[in-house]
């Protein structure tokens, strides 16, 4: 499956964004999906994830109450829309999807495609 994220930019403190991913290639609901992000010189880390239909939903600590992922199958897309945007949210976010369905994978070893990444950059 190919992966197209999009919807980075730059936003203050305080602000919103809404990070979409679309997919193509093979059949998408078929797919766990994950959101990752990669801050300058740090390792890619877990941010959300998504079951197959949407019914299950997985955030790191520091994204729950703040992020939301989303998907909507017939547009083959997954979103995540990010509030309360802190300085220390600024990375490279990307979307990648797995095989994986009957746990939440939170590890980047779990999923097989990757998008090209998304810039994020919260200003203080």
């Known amino acids: 499956v190919q992966l197209q994220a999009s919807g980075g930019g730059l936003v203050q403190a305080g602000g919103s964004l809404r990070l979409s991913c679309a997919a193509s290639?093979?059949?998408?609901?078929?797919?766990?999906m994950g959101w990752f992000r990669q801050a300058p010189g740090k390792a890619r880390e877990f941010v959300a994830t998504i079951s197959f239909n949407g019914g299950r939903t997985y955030y790191t600590d520091s994204g729950k109450g703040r992020f939301t992922i989303s998907r909507d199958n017939a547009k083959n897309t997954v979103y995540l829309q990010m509030n309360s945007l802190k300085p220390e949210d600024t990375a490279v976010y990307y979307c990648?999807?797995?095989?994986?369905?009957?746990?939440?994978?939170?590890?980047?070893?779990?999923?097989?495609?990757w998008g090209q990444g998304t810039l994020v950059t919260v200003s203080s």
């Open positions: 290639g093979r059949t998408f609901s078929n797919y766990t």
């Open positions: 990648a999807a797995s095989g994986i369905w009957s746990v939440a994978p939170t590890g980047p070893e779990s999923y097989s495609y």
